[in-house]
Each structure stands twice: as structure tokens, then as C-alpha cells.
């Protein structure tokens, strides 16, 4: 396929950086307009271009999920011999094969594929991902940390129902040359885990989003949901660890100096120059203040981040 031409070609703007796809199937772009069309160009460009040439060839059988390995730069995903995909991080150079049935299922080209080449191609140029909400009030932007299964992403939604605004639910990138904390964040949708049906009434007919890899989820576009504010971005004031128990009595407890720094880089998952990049983008976070907040209920734990963002507002 070294000769395969690609006559198709779109620019999109994932986190509002443009990336441009070259393919020569048109259910490769409208899979891209499904993942990035929600975005128009804020932060300018990256000579990033995406190659997909998809193959006649097929089986009777859904592709399954791709293995991912990486060294260094290097970072392959290889579902068979038939869908596939290479990338060099240092260069920005990716290429991915896919078979005519893995254009029938567009959640698996988009979860399996595309998405993961774009954020992988930005996360090594220009942001650094890291696992945390994001949400503001008044312009003071609070990160919600924590363990898979922490409650970020319900924090993060209950904060806006409140009246707070949202950024993101639980992965948030910080912008690599940004003088400031600031993050970039899917704030055009939310994700939940099933359990949050019994929290927010809204979701209860929510069925669960099929997905290809991750734990079990309801993904709901902002549009979808009661009114909320919204902001693709944000600057970061306060980090915030939660821990979230049964008969907790809510607070806030002040973590030392660093302590988001040094977590967030024990967190990476890039290697070699690029985890080096992303260790030295981190320590933007070295002076933010950092707590854990204790905590039952939302309201409770609301109430004290509340109590947060006045006292940042005093200080600045």
C-alpha cells in the first residue's frame, strides 16, 4: 500500500488545534466530523496530518480492540494484519490501515483509531493530558483529581448544576505553552459511570454508551442535559484530590507544596523526550494550591469548593 492515494482530505480543530485528515473514504471524514466537529480553530495550527487509507479486504468478523505498544517515540495499535496503525511521536508522522468493515462501526474506528491518534499526536507537541475535571466559578478554575472512580466526573456535573462552569469531566489538557495553568476540555459533553442514573433524574433513561474499550459509561452531549455553562478552557487556581466515604465530615485539607507536580508525573503515561516534556510542563502546577477535600454528599462537597474559590477570589 506504499502507493495508495489519499484524494480526501479535511481539516478539523480537536481541542481547537487544526489537524488535518488525508484519507480515500469518505465514512473516514464524517467519523471525524462526529469526534472534532464540535470545534472551530482557537489555538492555531500544527502541521499535524493524519493518513487513513482503508483496503477493500474484510471478514466476516469485527476487528478486535488493537494492542498498543510503545519505545520511546514509537507507538504502534494492531487490531490483525488488516487494521493497524504507526506513529512517530517525535515527528508528528502517522499512518493507519484499516479493512472496509472497519468503516461499519464508526464508534470503533473513532474510540480505537482516530481519537487516540489525534489526542497522542497532540499530547506530544502540543498539551499535556492528565486525569481530572475541570470546572470554574467566577473564573476560578478548580481540577478535580483522583483514582479512577473518585467521583470526578459527578462532582464535575453536580458543580454545574449548581451554576458553576463546566470544562471537563475527567481528562483535562494542560496547554504546553501557556505562561499560566490553563486547560483545554471536552465541555461539549459529559460522561458518567451507570451509577449516576440514581443521582441525576435526567439520566435515568440514559441507555449506556457503546464502547469499544474503557469501563461502562453514559456519554451525553451538554446540549442534551438542563442548561449549563460551559468553556472549552480554563485557568487552574486550586487542585483538588477528592476522597470520597461513607459518614465523611466535609473538609478541606491543604497538601503540601509540589504535591500535584509530583503525582501528576508519577500519572504519565509517555516515555522517553516527550514524558521529560510533559514532566517540565507539569511543574507549571508547582505553586497551585493543592488539598484533598473530604466528603459524603455533593451538596457538602460543593459548599466547601464554594468556600475555595471565594477565598482564591480575595487573594487575587
Not at 37 to 64: C, F, K, M
Not at 285 to 313: F, K, R, W
Amino acid at each position: 500500500m506504499f502507493d495508495m492515494e489519499l484524494p480526501l482530505r479535511q481539516t478539523f480543530y480537536p481541542l481547537g488545534f487544526a489537524v488535518e485528515i488525508l484519507t480515500n473514504r469518505s465514512e473516514v471524514l464524517d467519523a471525524a466530523q462526529a469526534s472534532f466537529g464540535h470545534r472551530r480553530l482557537s489555538r492555531g495550527g500544527t502541521g499535524i496530518q493524519i493518513r487513513i487509507g482503508v483496503t477493500d479486504e474484510g471478514g466476516s468478523q469485527v476487528a478486535p480492540e488493537p494492542v498498543r505498544r510503545e519505545y520511546k517515540h514509537l507507538y504502534s495499535m494492531v487490531a490483525n494484519t488488516e487494521n493497524q496503525a504507526i506513529l512517530d511521536l517525535k515527528t508528528g508522522t502517522s499512518f493507519i490501515w484499516l479493512n472496509r468493515d472497519a468503516l461499519k462501526n464508526s464508534l470503533y474506528l473513532r474510540h480505537n483509531f482516530l481519537e487516540k491518534t489525534v489526542y497522542l499526536l497532540l499530547g506530544s507537541s502540543m498539551v499535556t493530558d492528565i486525569h481530572a475535571a475541570c470546572v470554574s466559578k467566577q473564573r476560578i478554575g478548580v481540577l478535580l483529581c483522583g483514582d479512577s472512580g473518585a467521583g470526578k466526573s459527578t462532582l464535575a456535573y453536580a458543580c454545574a448544576r449548581a451554576g458553576w462552569t463546566y470544562t471537563s469531566d475527567d481528562t483535562s489538557y494542560l496547554i504546553n505553552h501557556s505562561m499560566v495553568p490553563r486547560v483545554i476540555g471536552h465541555s461539549h459533553r459529559v460522561r458518567f459511570r451507570p451509577a449516576a442514573k440514581k443521582l441525576f433524574p435526567e439520566l435515568e433513561e440514559r441507555e449506556i454508551t457503546p464502547r469499544m474499550e474503557g469501563k461502562a459509561s453514559i456519554e451525553v452531549p451538554v446540549a442534551e442535559l438542563p442548561a449549563m455553562e460551559t468553556a472549552p478552557e480554563a485557568t487552574v487556581h486550586a487542585v483538588v484530590y477528592l476522597k470520597r466515604y461513607p459518614e465523611a465530615h466535609a473538609s478541606l485539607v491543604a497538601l503540601p507544596r509540589r504535591s500535584a507536580t509530583e503525582q501528576m508525573s508519577r500519572d504519565l503515561f509517555s516515555a522517553g523526550d516527550i514524558r521529560s516534556k510533559h514532566e517540565r510542563v507539569l511543574e507549571k502546577l508547582a505553586g497551585v494550591p493543592t488539598y484533598e477535600l473530604h466528603y459524603c454528599e455533593l451538596n457538602d462537597a460543593i459548599m466547601q469548593l464554594e468556600m475555595l474559590t471565594q477565598g482564591s477570589l480575595r487573594e487575587t
